[in-house]
């Protein structure tokens, strides 16, 4: 009899069910709901949490950010007399980023969230100051905290760095390499007949721009003779006022640097150049 007996009663053991996580959420989801986040919040408080949070976080930062970061170009440029003014002030989309691309690709072609350029590093540094003042302002309830506020506690000498250096500097750069690039692509598309061969031509991403009150100088990456550390050295240089607007210093540099008797070296982990037989 003991041998018809049922078996004993065994639970069914619980599947394991790994916990949702905020950062798989769908990106349209995921900006509905850090768009709901203050400035400081999306810039300071996310990147320790998650990559992911992060890259969407800054997104909608630099959108919130970029109307102040155009008045302050406006700005800035007027004083110095108008050179350097943005190119345009379009509106940035509102096209969610993907999880690996740092900023949405399809904004307005004159903003600097168009693509990972040298402006849009400057464009962060922005946000970074910008975030520390408001959060500062925002540790007391009797204080107004808005933008403008926190933008007048910014660093006068940090303000003059963002706008009378850094900002001209990095605009400058951007241009110059797309005008390079522009270069290499139609003398590749006359069969490298102008200029000189691809692989030995000058890139934008390896040069380094100097502006100064009279002058514009574009230098680039060489190798000492001893020991064989980098050394930047100018290459070309074009006479220029203040008030005339970078996309004419970058035109000329681009010029200049298309003839600079220079040859492009690399071993795969860095690049240098040297001087080129005339």
């Known amino acids: 009899?003991?041998?018809?007996?049922?078996?004993?009663?065994?639970?069914?053991?619980?599947?394991?069910?790994?916990?949702?996580?905020?950062?798989?959420?769908?990106?349209?989801?995921?900006?509905?709901?850090?768009a709901h986040l203050a400035l400081p919040d999306l810039v300071l408080a996310l990147r320790p949490a998650s990559r992911t949070l992060y890259v969407h976080a800054m997104s909608l930062a630099r959108m919130q950010a970029l109307p102040?970061?155009?008045?302050?170009?406006?700005?800035?440029?007027?004083?110095?007399?108008?050179?350097?003014?943005?190119l345009g002030s379009g509106p940035p989309s509102t096209d969610p980023p993907t999880y690996t691309a740092p900023p949405p690709t399809s904004a307005h072609p004159s903003s600097p969230l168009t693509a990972r350029t040298r402006e849009l590093a400057v464009l962060d540094q922005f946000l970074v100051a910008l975030s520390s003042s408001l959060a500062?302002?925002?540790?007391?309830?009797?204080?107004?905290?808005?933008?403008?506020?926190?933008?007048?506690?910014?660093?006068?000498?940090?303000?003059?760095?963002?706008?009378?250096?850094?900002?001209?500097?990095?605009?400058?750069?951007?241009?110059?390499?797309?005008?390079?690039?522009?270069?290499?692509?139609?003398?590749?598309?006359?069969?490298?007949?102008?200029?000189?061969?691809?692989?030995?031509?000058?890139?934008?991403?390896?040069?380094?721009?100097?502006?100064?009150?009279?002058?514009?100088?574009?230098?680039?990456?060489?190798?000492?003779?001893?020991?064989?550390?980098?050394?930047w050295k100018g290459v070309a240089s074009v006479a220029r006022d203040s008030r005339e607007p970078l996309e004419a210093v970058a035109e000329r540099l681009s010029y200049e640097l298309q003839r600079a008797a220079v040859q492009r070296w690399s071993d795969g982990l860095s690049r240098w150049y040297e001087a080129r037989a005339q």
């Open 136 to 231: 500062r302002l925002g540790a007391s309830a009797l204080l107004f905290t808005s933008e403008d506020d926190a933008l007048r506690l910014v660093p006068g000498e940090k303000r003059a760095d963002l706008w009378n250096l850094l900002q001209p500097r990095a605009r400058c750069e951007d241009l110059l390499a797309a005008s390079l690039a522009a270069a290499r692509a139609s003398s590749a598309a006359a069969g490298g007949a102008v200029g000189r061969d691809e692989a030995g031509a000058v890139r934008g991403e390896d040069v380094r721009v100097e502006l100064k009150a009279r002058e514009a100088r574009a230098l680039l990456p060489f190798r000492s003779a001893a020991g064989g550390r980098e050394t």
């Open 68 to 86: 102040l970061w155009h008045d302050e170009m406006r700005a800035a440029a007027a004083a110095r007399g108008g050179g350097g003014a943005p």
């Open 1 to 34: 009899m003991l041998s018809d007996a049922p078996p004993a009663y065994q639970a069914t053991p619980q599947a394991t069910r790994t916990p949702p996580k905020l950062d798989a959420l769908p990106s349209h989801l995921l900006l509905r709901i850090l």
